[in-house]
């Protein structure tokens, strides 16, 4: 969602359509600045999807994410009612108890934990 965080993880530049999906939301993992996507039939989670991404840079993206995440198919719906099939990276249902309840808040991350979040994975897709 943050072109500053994608762009310390890969290295091709992408189109991009904002949008959001519904049956889902972002709940902060324990003790982290980052959140683990979860089904919720009442929710919706705003985000963006990157259209044409080189197969190198979704490996990087799935090593990225690591065990605690896996890939899935979801419609997102962009603009009016336009909808794209794309992958959206979910928490595993064996480590839901590493998500709090507490619903991850974008404006904090952006306001006082970003920064935090890019100090940690400096240089990632280079290791």
């Known amino acids: 969602m943050f072109d500053a965080v994608r762009d310390l993880l890969i290295d091709g530049r992408y189109r991009r359509l904002e949008g959001y999906v519904s049956g889902y939301k972002r709940l902060?993992?324990?003790?982290?600045?980052?959140p683990g996507l979860v089904a919720s039939m009442d929710s919706r989670v705003?985000?963006?999807?990157?259209?044409g991404i080189y197969p190198s840079d979704i490996r990087l993206l799935d090593r990225f994410e690591g065990a605690y995440y896996r890939r899935q198919g979801?419609?997102?719906v962009c603009g009016h009612r336009h909808c794209v099939?794309?992958?959206?990276?979910?928490?595993r249902d064996e480590y839901r108890s590493l998500l709090t309840d507490n619903e991850w808040n974008v404006d904090q991350f952006?306001?006082?934990d970003l920064q935090t979040f890019m100090s940690r994975?400096?240089?990632f897709n280079r290791a």
């Open 74 to 76: 979801v419609t997102v």
């Open 28 to 34: 902060r993992v324990r003790d982290e600045v980052y």
């Open 85 to 91: 099939r794309a992958q959206a990276y979910v928490f």
């Open 46 to 51: 705003d985000g963006v999807v990157l259209l």
């Open 121 to 123: 994975y400096q240089g």
């Open 110 to 112: 952006c306001d006082k």
